[in-house]
């Protein structure tokens, strides 16, 4: 199926970081994929941001929570509880 495509997901969040929502959960927990959707920042539609959508062990990798908030600081809410009291964060 298309949502398992690395290639087709990765073309996705490239335009639209929030269709990270509609991507197979294994391109949800693909590091790659996940920080290309959250450069994008938060999605003028819906309001989400794409980080909501990663796999919880990717909401707790530092760098992509790094990257998410640099972008939007919305995205401090998706981020796991842990790095929430980084102060870098």
Do not use: N, P, W
């Not at 450069?39 to 309001?47: E, F, H, K, M, P």
């Not at 909501?52 to 790094?66: F, N, P, Y």
């Amino acid at each position: 199926r298309l949502r398992g495509d690395r290639e087709v997901v990765l073309e996705a969040v490239k335009q639209f970081g929030i269709a990270l929502k509609y991507a197979s959960a294994e391109m949800r927990a693909d590091r790659g994929v996940v920080l290309e959707a959250v450069r994008l920042g938060i999605d003028d539609v819906t309001g989400e941001h794409a980080l909501q959508h990663a796999s919880e062990e990717l909401r707790g990798d530092r760098e992509v929570a790094l990257e998410a908030v640099r972008q939007e600081g919305f995205a401090l809410k998706a981020v796991s509880e842990e790095l929430r009291s980084d102060r870098e964060v």
